[in-house]
C-alpha cells in the first residue's frame, strides 16, 4: 500500500513482506500459514494454493531468556534486532556493555507486541540512536510496556525520538510497568 506507519505495528516493505523470515521471527509459525519465500505474501493454509508452511524462528541471541540465562545482547545489530522477534516480548533480556546505536535502523521494542518482559541495562549506556517515526504512535526504544513489563539499570544519551502520540525517550507509553534506575 506504500503506508509505512500505523497506530501500533511496524510497517513494511513489499520484500520484507515477501520474505519468510519476517513472519518467523513475528510468530507466525504453527498458525496456519504458508507462503513461497521472495514470491508471494503469507496465506492461509486452507486456501490450498501451495506454499510452505512458516517455520518457528531460531532466536539469535545468546542465552534462552530466562532469569538464570537471560538472552544477552552486545552488538548494536542485535539490539536492533530485538524489535523484530515476538518471542522475546515476555523474556528476559540484559546488555552485556555500552552499545552505540548510530549505524541500524531502529524500530521500538514491542511494536509488534507489548513489552512485558524484563530488560536489565546491566548499568550500560544505549548512545545515538533515532527512531523515526512521525505517524505513529507509541513511539520510544519500547513501545508499550505492559504491567508486568521491567526496564532497569539503563542509561540512553543522544537518543532523537519522532512520533505522533504517546512518544518518550525510553517507553512510548508505560501501562503499568516497572522502570528503575534508569535515565535518558
Request: negative net charge; proline residues 4%; glycine residues 14%.
Amino acid at each position: 500500500s506504500g503506508i509505512m506507519s500505523s497506530h501500533e505495528g511496524k510497517g513494511l516493505s513489499t520484500d520484507q513482506m515477501k520474505t519468510m523470515t519476517t513472519f518467523q521471527k513475528a510468530g507466525w509459525a504453527d498458525k496456519g500459514w504458508v507462503m513461497n519465500d521472495h514470491l508471494d505474501y503469507p496465506r492461509l493454509s486452507w486456501e490450498d494454493k501451495g506454499g510452505e508452511a512458516i517455520p518457528p524462528a531460531i532466536i539469535p541471541f545468546a542465552g534462552s531468556g530466562t532469569a538464570e540465562s537471560p538472552y544477552l545482547i552486545s552488538t548494536a545489530q542485535e539490539f536492533a534486532e530485538l524489535s523484530w522477534y515476538t518471542a522475546v516480548l515476555n523474556k528476559r533480556v540484559q546488555l552485556k556493555g555500552n552499545i552505540d546505536l548510530s549505524d541500524v535502523a531502529l524500530y521500538p521494542i514491542g511494536d509488534l507486541g507489548r513489552f512485558c518482559g524484563v530488560f536489565d541495562g546491566n548499568g550500560y549506556i544505549l548512545c545515538n540512536g533515532v527512531i523515526s517515526q512521525p505517524d505513529n504512535n507509541y513511539v520510544g526504544l519500547f513501545n508499550i510496556l505492559e504491567s508486568d513489563g521491567q526496564v532497569r539499570n539503563l542509561g540512553v544519551n543522544n537518543l532523537t525520538i519522532n512520533g505522533r502520540y504517546y512518544v518518550g525517550g525510553l517507553v512510548g507509553l508505560n501501562s503499568s510497568g516497572f522502570i528503575a534506575s534508569c535515565y535518558v
